[in-house]
């Protein structure tokens, strides 16, 4: 399908962040937009790039009642030689269709999806910033837009992309964060939406975030919700653990969301030559682990930070210090390579950086 675009005249433009360190996280929009709807009888069709703007919802679209909907989260970045790039994009778009078939959404056509988020990001280019840890965020959205209600699958759907200008998604940046273990709530269970990027997950972990938060942590550091002690994942990261000269990483038992920088950190540490585990991990373990000395590294990644090492831990009343509270060689190593190869400063020997222009 032929992308259309009606594009912003120049001086209806809106002015583009000059001081690239304050730029923050999710603040900031460019110009325009991609935009495509689906129904019945078309399918999904009329892809076009259009000026940012609002959207028209009826009160009663299924959305707003039912929570059908899904997302992705990527980035694009600007090279040392000023070309712009994707970093595994069609692995976000596999990933929201794998999140649309949990929903009952009908999945996107994959290059329709790809460029449409490709050539905005052409459109809008100019917003790319250039300074060192700052990227353009790219996110596509499905929303159900059925008037209707009462609980059913919808027949409509509205799927736009919105850009914008981001720097560092924590404010230590790359420094140690400190984590609280919560087991009062639990975020997902097997079988349940957890392994689909839908804003019900989201929603899920609101409150134990915000009373985390309150008690000066970063981020809430999630077990199952069986017996509360298997180690699932962190607020907005899947979370490894370095015991003994091993990478251990919690499995991907249906409750996880499947990260792409997960894939990536696993991907590079067994070609590094270093021993990596998919498996059910306790946070006794982990604190017996770091009682005994052998708990070398903890670290977060997601596409948001990255890579985010872990100062401490906070369970039963208790932070448990890892290490020396310090960034460890690991996650310095996997963030220098990941971002290297997302910012072509390095080889690529997976394939996994495309040119956008």
């Not at 009663?60 to 712009?84: P, W």
């Not at 942590?217 to 919700?225: G, I, N, Y």
């Amino acid at each position: 399908m032929q992308i259309t675009k009606q594009l912003l005249p120049e001086d209806q433009r809106k002015p583009r962040p000059t001081d690239e360190s304050a730029l923050g996280f999710g603040k900031i929009f460019t110009d325009h937009m991609f935009m495509a709807e689906y129904n019945p009888e078309r399918g999904w069709h009329e892809p076009r790039i259009v000026p940012y703007q609002q959207l028209v919802l009826d009160p009663a679209a299924l959305v707003l009642h039912y929570g059908q909907a899904v997302f992705e989260g990527l980035k694009a970045y600007r090279g040392e030689d000023g070309s712009i790039y994707l970093f595994r994009p069609m692995d976000n778009v596999r990933r929201m269709n794998r999140s649309a078939r949990r929903l009952c959404i009908p999945e996107v056509p994959e290059q329709l999806l790809l460029e449409g988020m490709m050539e905005l990001v052409r459109v809008d280019k100019e917003w790319v910033p250039a300074s060192e840890g700052t990227s353009l965020y790219i996110r596509p959205v499905i929303i159900a837009t059925e008037a209707f209600l009462g609980v059913k699958v919808s027949s409509r759907y509205l799927l736009y992309v919105i850009v914008g200008p981001v720097g560092a998604y924590y404010a230590e940046g790359f420094n140690p964060v400190r984590i609280y273990v919560e087991e009062e709530f639990v975020r997902a269970v097997a079988g349940g939406l957890g392994e689909a990027k839908t804003p019900a997950n989201y929603a899920a972990s609101l409150l134990a975030a915000q009373l985390a938060h309150a008690r000066g942590f970063t981020q809430v550091l999630w077990l199952d919700a069986c017996d509360k002690k298997g180690v699932e994942e962190v607020g907005t990261m899947n979370i490894f653990f370095k015991i003994a000269g091993e990478v251990i990483t919690p499995e991907l038992s249906g409750s996880i969301l499947p990260g792409i920088t997960r894939d990536s950190v696993i991907t590079l540490c067994r070609h590094w030559g270093l021993k990596v585990t998919e498996r059910r991990i306790t946070i006794d373990e982990v604190i017996e682990a770091c009682a005994a000395g052998t708990l070398e590294e903890v670290f977060g990644t997601g596409t948001a930070a990255v890579i985010s090492p872990v100062g401490s831990i906070h369970y039963r009343g208790k932070d448990y210090q890892v290490a020396d509270g310090n960034t460890g060689e690991l996650a310095k190593r996997l963030y220098e390579e990941i971002t290297g190869i997302q910012y072509g400063r390095l080889a690529d020997p997976f394939g996994w950086r495309v040119k956008v222009c």
